[in-house]
Nanobody, 116 residues
Framework: QVQLVESGGGLVQPGGSLRLSCAAS????????MRWYRQAPGKERKLVAT????????TYLDSVKGRFTISRDNAKNTVYLQMNSLKPEDTAVYYCNVRPWGRDYWGQGTQVTVSS
């Protein structure tokens, strides 16, 4: 079955950095776009970043452009989100997402808290 397991979240001070990882299995990883979403308390889940199957094209939420970088290693079936210059408004649960066979699959999420 499809499995997505996020890791790397935690507590960080404003201006700090974290790198999130999502380990994927149960589908042909290199055939699909991968995405990161986040959901802050009381807010809707929002698309943060997308990467094409070969990793050649990426897109970002406007508020994270220049600070976050999505990447993937198809040999390791892993997608990453490098998060720099973190702000309190980045605080959220971050989720990995893929859409094989025409349906969405999600990881369990990893908490990112940006606070002094």
């Amino acid at each position: 079955q499809v499995q997505l397991v996020e890791s790397g979240g935690g507590l960080v001070q404003p201006g700090g950095s974290l790198r999130l990882s999502c380990a994927a299995s149960g589908f042909t990883f290199s055939s699909y776009f991968m995405r990161w979403y986040r959901q802050a308390p009381g807010k809707e889940r929002k698309l943060v970043a997308t990467i094409t199957n070969a990793g050649g094209t990426t897109t970002y939420l406007d508020s994270v452009k220049g600070r976050f970088t999505i990447s993937r290693d198809n040999a390791k079936n892993t997608v990453y989100l490098q998060m720099n210059s973190l702000k309190p408004e980045d605080t959220a649960v971050y989720y990995c997402n893929v859409r094989p066979w025409g349906r969405d699959y999600w990881g369990q999420g990893t908490q990112v808290t940006v606070s002094s």
